[in-house]
């Protein structure tokens, strides 16, 4: 499809070309933290049935861990000095997402667990209640002004093709395939069968002797995780100039359009969604800008997952991958 | 045989809105209590006459309206909604535009409260129709997040059409609470100034609250209407298990849009109240938060209620206040006094750099939450609180203290 379209940018000239290319390459790599936000949704919500509001308050938690690891304790750098400075960088994002996936597992003992078998309404308001606390909270860690990751990339930029990429946008690319091979490969172990029995047949999977509690427990953290690392890459360049604000927070909100077309309890869907949700919104950002679509205002490109969202569910409305689901009497 | 409370020789009785002569008087004598808080005539309750506390209580009336509309649809027809405060901006919106004065750049038309006010309501109501065939087609948790992406894209909306809204940040004048026959200049009965009723003199906060009463005595009534009749045993018979209810004949997609229709007109009219009392709005009022905020008041209060609904909407709009109260209290505790409860409050409390504590006195030099962060914080907290340990609401722990006397001095 897209070579497609960039043989129909070519009718406009180079430029049209560059800007296409140029669209194209910042869409994937906003579609890469999205599919990221919206595979730790998933997994959790395919193990423990429980849709997390507060996946950006985490994603933000985690980024803010990143900052405070690298750029003011320099921790673990300071113990490895003798590592390149990029080393010792992703070193401290690892033990930042570490320190994110503890906090979903105390997350998911303290607030979830209680909440088995309670109404829907409730379970959905819990985590929007986490979110409220653990966003306020990170924003006291923050204080009044952005704080930079001190990445080792900044904001420089590397040409290929016709295209201009950021070298974050490069890295967040592989590290989300990282992450998506990592979580492929999981599911073939010991615990990711036992994760997927779980998800399947809860019931069933106890009886076979699997501990439901310490799948969910398990997923939590995963999920955790996966919110720090794309809360970490979505405070970035080009994505934020300076670093991890309040605002991070927040992007996360534009990942649940993404988990609804691919589909609540479908990975593929997810990373599907995630980067249709991210195409299209940077097309609506390059495409739909200047007088003719100035009636469209101020950010309609954040809304766009949303429309998006809402005629994918008129034609499916279990999204792209997603079962549906079976009602009884 | 008289005496007996529960005792119901009919079901017109059962179902009728007070059952027992308890529940009749209790409520004669709380409303007594309400008419009588502006003229500080209760003992103990006096200083509710004051005028911010008046506007607390006007704030909980308005809110309470539209906390009664998602009781409708969430709480009786079982639908999960995140987008209840677009509808309360429709509502807003709606108001500015029928009942507000031309200003810079935004339309008005300048008509009175009895237009602006109905009409909030059922525009509202006929946007709730339009989007309602959308949201049955889904349940669950795609519908809460149809309606979440529902506030995203009506932020958007009004933010855009700064011709009505007056656009971001900026926002618009409202309507006031004036009784206008149609657009003369004196108007009938004014609830925006100070002056005499009836010989006895009355605040603007006092005579809007007496306004809001009205209007929440009303939608009380309107709701507990509906929900003792067809439509909302309807409801619940959708909300209890849909399929079971469509094969006994309840329309389960035509009901759903009568629920989201009736949920909205609440909300609508709160929108025209709240934008009327606040005075000036901006686009960004109705965001994700209040939207948070009402459901917050059902699951608080207890979910499917009517009481537990509006003790939901006292409790989460005063509590801000009652927390400010609270930390202004612990701060000059830590200033002035000495002993120990100035000690205890100091752990809470950081005065400097230096001073650990969670709230802070000097935002931005000392560490902890300001007060309105740690207001956040706690209101989080206590819906977790609410969820985990009394998933009724305070409307459980009302029937747990009712029981309680209901048998004392047995315990069983």
Same mark, same amino acid.
């Given at each position: 499809m897209i070579s497609g379209l960039l043989v129909f940018a070519q009718a406009g000239g180079q430029e049209a070309v560059d800007k296409f290319a140029n669209a194209t390459s910042s869409g994937i790599a906003l579609g890469a933290i999205y599919a990221l936000l919206a595979l730790g949704l998933v997994l959790i919500y395919k193990a423990t049935q429980v849709l997390n509001f507060a996946h950006g308050a985490l994603a933000a938690l985690g980024a803010f861990f990143a900052a405070y690891l690298a750029t003011v304790i320099n921790f673990p750098g300071r113990y490895v000095t003798f590592l390149p400075t990029t080393m010792q960088w992703i070193l401290s994002a690892l033990v930042a997402v570490l320190i994110t996936a503890v906090v979903g597992l105390v997350l998911e003992r303290l607030a979830i667990r209680p909440m088995i078998g309670e109404p829907l309404f409730s379970v959905v308001m819990i985590t929007i209640a986490l979110d409220i606390v653990i966003r306020t909270i990170t924003d006291d860690f923050i204080g009044s002004s952005p704080r930079p $990751?001190?990445?080792?990339?900044?904001a420089d930029v590397v040409n290929i093709g016709p295209a201009i990429v950021a070298k974050t946008e490069i890295a967040t690319l592989l590290v989300t395939i990282i992450c998506l091979v990592g979580i492929a490969l999981f599911f073939r172990t010991r615990y990711g069968v036992a994760m997927r029995a779980t998800a399947f047949d809860q019931e069933a999977a106890m009886a076979q002797g699997i501990s439901a509690g310490r799948i969910f427990a398990m997923a939590w953290a995963i999920g955790a995780g996966l919110a720090a690392v794309a809360g970490i890459f979505s405070s970035m360049?080009?994505? =934020?100039?300076?670093g991890v604000s309040g605002g991070t927070a927040f992007f =996360?909100?534009?990942?649940l359009p993404a988990i609804v077309i691919g589909g609540l309890d479908s990975i593929t869907g997810a990373v599907v969604g995630g980067f249709i949700v991210g195409l299209v919104e940077t097309y609506a950002g390059v495409y739909l800008t200047g007088a003719t679509w100035s009636? $469209?205002? $101020?950010?309609f490109s954040g809304v766009m997952p949303y429309l998006v969202m809402l005629v994918v569910l008129l034609i499916r409305p279990y999204g792209l991958f997603g079962t549906e689901e079976i009602r009884r009497v | 045989m008289r005496t007996r409370p529960r005792l119901f020789v009919s079901y017109a009785s059962e179902m009728s809105?007070? /059952?027992?002569w308890t529940q009749k008087i209790a409520a004669l004598v709380f409303l007594g209590v309400l008419v009588a808080i502006p003229f500080g005539i209760i003992p103990g309750l006096g200083?509710?006459?004051d005028n911010d506390w008046l506007k607390i209580l006007s704030r909980v009336a308005i809110y309470a309206i539209g906390a009664l509309g998602l009781h409708i649809l969430s709480?009786?027809?079982?639908q999960v909604s995140l987008g209840h405060a677009f509808f309360v901006g429709i509502g807003a919106y709606t108001a500015a535009v029928l009942g507000g004065e031309v200003g810079k750049g935004v339309w008005g038309l300048g008509l009175p409260i009895w237009v602006w006010l109905p009409a909030a309501g059922i525009v509202a109501a006929v946007i709730g129709a339009l989007i309602a065939p959308t949201a049955v087609r889904v349940r669950g948790i795609y519908l809460a997040i149809v309606t979440l992406g529902l506030v995203f894209i009506g932020e958007w909306i009004f933010r855009s059409v700064a011709f009505i809204t007056g656009g971001s940040q900026a926002g618009r004048k409202l309507p006031r609470f004036e009784f206008r026959i149609?657009?003369?200049?004196? /108007?009938?009965?004014?609830?925006?100034t100070d002056g005499t009723w009836f010989g006895v003199e009355m605040t603007s906060e006092a005579k809007t609250y007496l306004l809001m009463l009205a209007f929440i005595i009303v939608a009380v009534i309107i709701a507990k209407n509906i929900q003792r009749t067809r439509v909302g045993r309807a409801f619940m018979a959708i909300r209890d298990r849909d399929i079971a209810a469509e094969v006994m004949g309840v329309a389960e997609a035509r009901n759903k849009l009568v629920a989201f229709a009736l949920s909205s007109a609440f909300a609508g009219v709160t929108g025209a109240l709240l934008g009327a009392f606040i005075g000036r709005l901006v686009?960004?009022?109705?965001s994700l938060l209040m939207s948070i905020q009402f459901v917050a008041i059902l699951l608080i209060g207890g979910l499917g209620t009517v009481t537990g609904t509006l003790l939901g909407s006292a409790f989460v709009i005063i509590l801000p206040r009652l927390v400010q109260d609270f930390t202004g209290l612990l701060a000059s505790t830590v200033e002035t006094g000495t002993g120990f409860f100035a000690s205890v409050a100091g752990i809470f409390v950081?005065?400097?750099?230096?001073d650990p504590g969670i709230?802070?006195?000097?935002p931005g030099t000392s560490p902890g939450l300001n007060v309105a962060q740690f207001n956040v914080l706690l209101y989080g907290l206590l819906l977790i609180g609410f969820l985990i340990?009394?998933?009724?609401?305070l409307y459980g722990i009302w029937i747990r203290i009712r029981n309680y006397w209901k048998s004392w001095p047995f315990t069983y």
């Open positions: $990751l001190g990445d080792p990339w900044g360049f080009p994505r =934020a100039s300076i =996360a909100f534009r990942a009636f $469209l205002g $101020l950010g | 809105l007070l /059952p027992t200083f509710l006459a709480g009786l027809a079982g149609w657009k003369e200049e004196m /108007p009938l009965v004014d609830f925006t686009p960004e009022t109705f950081s005065t400097g750099i230096d709230i802070s006195t000097l340990f009394e998933p009724l609401g």
